[in-house]
């Protein structure tokens, strides 16, 4: 990640000891000093989302580069909204979105890297994983699936599969969506209560709801273990979905800023070609 | 396809006899009068892609079926600038937009539907195909690659293929851009004047123009043969790209109104969930 961050809520997990309970889900600051003075924010999330649509065709002519965002979430962290607000207005021409769910029989009869490999980017796309091969030292991990040895060559695994990545190109961002346990009762309490979101409640949330400490414990884990200047993970306060929003739209766009894409030189004299 | 055709431009290809020298590629009724009176137009084109972003998520949510958007048109016709404008609004999760370009070697090495049976559209999703199956009886009966014959084979095995499509529950719509040959050459030169689209520019495709009537009259024939009330051709006229893209979120508004998608019923009762 380049050195120059934008100034948001979000925390950018650089050493072995960071502490996920030191970051406020609730955290807004430097967006505003409280959740309802917002003015500021519309015109700058528009005139991101302008930057974005405009980067994304650059990277998409140029042809060379790709840009990975990993997304990860506890249950109503708030993914599938995030990568709406992030990537509605960017050419879906350019955009490869990724959902992982429990793995199927045959992905199963390969390693955990196979079937997350088949969906990195392509040159000049922007790919984006809801969920990831991160879920495989999260709750493979909390429900005792693997072992501690497991997981530690998991996680040497995954730094050298997205270090392949960004060798080849491939700028990796990766955002935990911190939520706080209460934000997931209400959120869980809306789908019950509005008949139009019942679908999106699955009673099997309210299990994994009771290992809420453990999941904590393994992304916090994974997250001192994974996070490489290349394949930065930013744990993103994710209470308030604006700020979780606006925050994820300056780190995007200021990576792709650095990335600087430009279209390619042709090999031909415009001049001298005839339409007849 | 639904009976009640929305009031567009585009020309629903019904029988053997179709004629492609019949549509005007400069038609804008009933849109407008003039292509400078457009006055109605931006209003209307936002109301539809609310409405696609709605329905797009009840698609989603309903998980049973899907749309595939196949795209065609001659070099510059508008195939990048149509998905941009169409699905720009639209959650980029539920869209997946597969580009077909000349095949791999590897594509190579099995029948010519293979590489395209691989990118339909998932459940729940949007599929678009940027070019598609028909280029195999498009440039290749341009070019002689394959006889009369095979060409007779190929629209049978289209024909074929997208009844299983259809059969399993994907709405499959065609689109061709019809545009003149003066207006390629606009756009062709367009590309070369200005140095920020230069890249987009290919000396090969100065080659292909010059097969321009060959093209016309392939295109007239996949479109006689290969369109069904289930997968039906539309040719758009598409000298004006507003009418071009009016006329195609038109078309596809409609179709998903007609699937009128729901979402699933939930299987438990959200008065007897607790959260703790």
């Not at 604006?242 to 995007?252: G, K």
């Not at 279209?263 to 004299?269: G, I």
Request: proline share 6%.
């Amino acid at each position: 990640m380049n050195s120059k961050l934008p100034k948001t809520p979000a925390v950018y997990v650089k050493s072995k000891s960071f502490r996920l309970a030191d970051v406020d889900p609730d955290d807004i600051t430097p967006f505003a000093n409280r959740p309802d003075d917002k003015s500021d924010v519309a015109p700058r999330l528009l005139e991101l989302r302008r930057r974005l649509s405009e980067l994304q065709e650059l990277l998409y002519a140029e042809h060379r580069r790709s840009l990975l965002i990993v997304l990860q979430a506890m249950d109503t962290g708030g993914k599938d909204g995030a990568i709406e607000n992030l990537l509605t207005g960017v050419n879906p021409a350019g955009v490869q979105v990724a959902t992982f769910k429990a793995p199927t029989s045959e992905e199963l009869k390969h390693d955990f890297l196979w079937r997350i490999h088949a969906q990195t980017p392509k040159r000049g796309h922007i790919g984006v994983f809801n969920r990831s091969h991160y879920e495989d030292v999260l709750i493979t991990r909390v429900h005792g699936l693997i072992d501690a040895k497991t997981c530690q060559e998991r996680y040497d695994d995954i730094n050298h599969f997205e270090q392949l990545l960004t060798r080849n190109g491939t700028v990796v961002l990766k955002f935990f969506l911190h939520i706080s346990k209460d934000e997931q009762a209400q959120r869980l309490q809306a789908r019950l209560d509005d008949p139009a979101k019942n679908w999106k409640f699955d009673p099997n949330d309210l299990k994994e709801r009771a290992y809420w400490d453990d999941y904590q414990q393994a992304y916090e884990d994974a997250l001192r273990h994974c996070s490489s200047k290349d394949a930065p993970w930013f744990v993103i306060p994710a209470n308030h979905k604006w700020a979780r929003d606006l925050a994820m739209s300056e780190i995007v766009v200021a990576a792709l800023e650095a990335m600087n894409p430009q279209p390619p030189k042709v090999d031909f004299d415009p001049k001298q070609q005839v339409i007849v």
